[in-house]
């Protein structure tokens, strides 16, 4: 049985629906707008499949100006607004519901400007992740945030969820690098926040705005910054004999005020999934691995490497292996990459995205993997250990009502263990549905109710994203 | 992902291979991004995920297909990029193949859409007819402008540009087999390659004799059935498949090594006759050993000791075909070939995007097809070649028809490195 509930749609709406249809018709062209059950059914979940449900109506505008247009139509109409970029959200952030409209973004793809002297690029908000790089990668630049679904998910989602990936260990979450944002509010008012220099008079909107899962407005257009890249990078990969190990191998290495690029941990279960797939060289007869990364020179990596191999070294590590190769590194960050869409070839899973203080990792992993077993069930761990944010893969059978109840609570369970030691409910995913009813465990009433207000001010009639987020009940309106 | 199947509906062993595909698939999403309509459209049902979805609808509730529906399965290519990226291993060409029989079972198409697909079913697996057909396309082709005016007169217009201009070209002498050889091959003759460019097999012949490979005569076989195949005429695919397995099998149980095939689209076909035939008890075994004995000939030649070519300067852009780079999953060796034969190889940018030609794509989605083809085009253009070379004939055809840049088939660039003739339209540039 699936635990998360959804607002019960509001029949004055559904019973207007023709009339709403048509309203939307008066402002974006016939192939913008998606109406036929058998053609929202594409839209009506994203990849925590667990939960759907379908929309009223689904639209994709081509642009800034038609997003304000359908989201004042909606507002004038009094219904409900989902956003969705490519809907890769683990965390059910654009699923919709029966009475609400979901809104796209995905054909807005187009890069707009790229200033290489300010080493900023201004996009649409529907291109994907990786295109923002490719678009600058012939200049010697990149995009830094890279979550693991960077091929497809939109620059729309990473502002909505705040995405990190596994390189934001250096480089910072998404907070960190988008400069300013054009964004269509609930009446279709449209709003520039922030600029195109790291900081701008008044209060910081666009702080409040990143992360704030598609309740504040729409955003259609941002400005980037770009990063350029290194001179050279290579990943190493460390087998350990147990997760513990690994764990305060991380804890160390941050202990002793290294900051690779990327620090990833993968137990047994994810590095046989993602070698099967990638065929990248994992070592196949530990139980843990991490793959960390440095970049800079060549002398420089070599004496990063050295440090952290010494660390690892007296945290008992058994298999120490470099990249060789440009290919060899693309096909070990492919593998980890993969680690979820791989997962789906050995069961169904659920993702859990939750945060912890590093030095809490060995704790967490055995207390972890006891809060699974104890549901009957088994884990796969693959996570940005660097900045403690793990991403538990629960594993059960999607098509048992009672696997799946268990998964859940096991889910919870892990959850609220994150934030008994000290972290949090989410990494990157954001809250969405998914952990939605967790926000008591995390927050004061008083913390949730200044949120709820600020909330409040730009969207007053819940109308964005209505059922993520906050739980349903306490909302003030 | 959760499915909904009863037993009933799992009994059918179609229905139940579909349910295993659709419970391997998380809806990631990863297949949006490298879907050639998807990067046109923006649209998720334009996507593979979007499709699977729609057909997942659509199987489950045992529901004929419907208008919206046929819509978007037909604007997929089956170029298979979806599988190249997909990392839980869903099986997307088995599903849609699924997909387009059921749509072929329970959907009524429009009558000049029947009557297109009829018409290309009826001709282009058969040579004779094709090459009459051909002749007709040629005197058509100032009639092409009325087109535009009947019902799916779009689509005819776009068949009768992609008719040769200037008749087909020569076909150049073959050597004779030098005594008995110890390997023997068969090579597909097929259908509509064979009409548009006899050359490509005379050139694999010419390579394979001064190899020492025997190319053993088949004179049964033809169309491998792909080209009904994806247009979901399964029975009529099948019929191609059962046909071309008993022109083999003789030469296959007298010790056959491989069954040489020229034309990418059609291997990724044979190389499935295992799974197509997989129901059929008279048939499973044979399928089974001619799918592995199916080899692209850069696949095959890849494996032997081919000499190292005389360093020419020339400049090719090599465009993998989807049938080899995601159906076959065939990346480097025709390039390896291409190198050690002397040519200066470059990778296109994009090249995991379709250039639109997708078997009877070009011609059912014109539309679609030449949007896919300029941005192929100028994503080749980039790259400054003097010749495109490709494994397959629809490819050379699609792209051939947006560029003046010469297009050949590998085979074509490797035999001439050997010292066969210069490659059909290459004359001008030939150093």
């Given at each position: 049985m699936t635990h998360i509930q959804f607002p019960i749609p509001d029949m004055t709406i559904t019973d207007r629906r023709e009339e709403i249809i048509a309203a939307l018709a008066g402002v974006v062209p016939e192939e913008c707008l998606i109406v036929a059950t058998d053609q929202m059914r594409a839209f009506e979940t994203d990849a925590l499949t667990a939960y759907r449900r379908m929309p009223l109506a689904v639209v994709l505008p081509r642009s800034t100006e038609e997003v304000s247009a359908v989201m004042a139509c909606c507002h004038a109409a009094g219904v409900n607004v989902v956003p969705r970029g490519a809907g890769t959200s683990l965390a059910g952030g654009a699923i919709p519901q029966e009475d609400a409209v979901v809104i796209g973004v995905s054909k807005l793809n187009r890069v707009l400007d790229f200033d290489r002297k300010s080493r900023t690029i201004t996009v649409e908000t529907g291109i994907t992740n990786v295109a923002v790089s490719a678009a600058v990668a012939p200049e010697g630049f990149f995009y830094a945030p890279d979550p693991s679904s960077q091929l497809a998910c939109t620059i729309g989602g990473n502002i909505g969820m705040n995405s990190g990936g596994a390189h934001c260990l250096k480089y910072g979450v998404t907070s960190n690098n988008v400069l300013g944002v054009k964004v269509v509010l609930n009446d279709g008012t449209i709003i520039d926040l922030g600029g195109d220099a790291m900081d701008v008079p008044g209060l910081n909107l666009l702080g409040l705005l990143i992360g704030s899962e598609g309740q504040l407005g729409i955003v259609t257009e941002a400005t980037l910054r770009i990063i350029p890249t290194a001179e050279g990078a290579r990943p190493v990969l460390f087998g350990f004999d147990s997760s513990e190990e690994a764990g305060a191998c991380v804890a160390a290495i941050i202990a002793a005020g290294i900051v690779p690029v990327a620090m990833e941990f993968m137990d047994r279960p994810a590095i046989e999934i993602c070698e099967a797939f990638a065929k990248a060289g994992y070592p196949l007869d530990v139980e843990a691995m991490l793959i960390i990364e440095v970049e800079g020179s060549d002398a420089e990596v070599d004496a990063s490497l050295a440090r952290i191999i010494a660390i690892a070294e007296a945290h008992g590590v058994r298999v120490i292996k470099q990249s060789r190769s440009a290919l060899e590194t693309a096909q070990i960050w492919k593998g980890r990459k993969s680690a979820f869409g791989a997962t789906g070839r050995v069961a169904d899973y659920i993702c859990m995205d939750g945060t912890i203080p590093t030095g809490q990792l060995p704790f967490v992993l055995k207390r972890l993997g006891e809060i699974v077993a104890g549901y009957g069930l088994r884990v796969a761990n693959v996570f940005h250990a660097g900045d403690g944010n793990l991403h538990p893969l629960i594993l059960f059978d999607a098509n048992d009502p009672e696997d799946q109840a268990r998964a859940e609570a096991a889910g919870n369970d892990i959850l609220k263990l994150c934030v008994e030691v000290g972290g949090c409910l989410t990494g990157e995913h954001g809250v969405g549905i998914e952990k939605r009813d967790l926000m008591g465990f995390q927050f004061t009433k008083a913390d949730l109710d200044q949120q709820l207000r600020v909330r409040a001010a730009f969207d007053p009639d819940w109308r964005l994203n209505p059922a993520k987020v906050f739980p349903l009940e306490g909302r003030l309106i | 992902m959760q499915t909904q199947f009863s037993a009933a509906q799992l009994a059918d062993s179609q229905t139940r291979e579909s349910e295993k595909i659709l419970r391997s698939c998380v809806h990631c999403g990863f297949c949006t991004a490298t879907c050639p309509t998807y990067l046109l459209e923006g649209d998720e049902r334009d996507s593979p995920r979007g499709r699977i979805y729609l057909i997942k609808d659509m199987l489950e509730n045992d529901k004929p297909a419907s208008k919206e529906v046929v819509t978007h399965i037909d604007r997929c290519l089956s170029c298979l990029s979806c599988m190249t990226t997909c990392p839980s291993g869903v099986n997307y060409m088995h599903l849609v193949d699924h997909a387009r029989s059921h749509i072929e079972k329970t959907y009524r198409r429009p009558w000049h859409d029947r009557l297109l697909r009829r018409v290309l079913a009826a001709i282009l697996p058969y040579p004779s007819r094709f090459r009459a057909a051909l002749t007709l396309g040629r005197l058509g082709r100032p009639l092409a402008p009325l087109l535009?005016?009947?019902?799916?007169g779009d689509r005819l217009k776009a068949m009768v540009s992609l008719v040769p201009v200037g008749g087909l070209p020569r076909v150049g002498a073959e050597p004779a087999q030098q005594g008995s050889c110890t390997r023997r091959v068969a090579i597909l003759g097929g259908c509509a390659q064979k009409v548009l460019d006899p050359e490509i097999n005379a050139a694999t012949r010419r390579v394979l004799a001064r190899l020492g490979v025997g190319v053993v005569p088949v004179p049964d076989e033809g169309c491998c059935g792909a080209l009904v195949h994806h247009m979901g005429q399964e029975d009529k695919a099948l019929v191609f498949a059962r046909r071309n397995i008993d022109a083999w099998w003789p030469l296959i149980e007298d010790g056959l090594e491989a069954i040489i095939i020229t034309a990418s689209g059609c291997g990724t076909t044979i190389k499935d006759y295992g799974f197509m035939l997989r129901e059929d008890p008279a048939y499973r075994e044979k399928a089974a050993r001619v799918s592995a004995l199916a080899r692209d000939i850069t696949e095959y030649l890849d494996g032997l000791d081919l000499p190292e070519g005389r360093g020419d300067t020339l400049v090719v852009a090599y465009h993998s075909a989807c049938s080899m780079q995601h159906g076959q999953q065939i990346r480097d060796e025709p390039k390896r070939l291409l190198q050690r034969a002397g040519y200066a190889v470059r990778d296109v940018p994009e090249?995991?995007?379709?250039?639109?030609?997708?078997g009877t794509y070009n011609i059912l989605q014109p539309g679609f097809a030449s949007r896919l083809r300029d941005r192929k085009v100028a994503n080749i253009e980039r790259t400054k070649p003097d010749v495109i070379a490709t494994g397959n004939i629809g490819c050379m055809t699609q792209i051939g028809s947006g560029t003046d840049i010469p297009i050949v088939h590998t085979i074509a660039l490797i035999d001439w490195a050997m010292g066969g003739p210069v490659p059909n339209g290459l004359e001008r540039i030939a150093p």
């Open positions: - | 535009g005016r009947v019902p799916g090249g995991h995007i379709c250039c639109g030609s997708a």
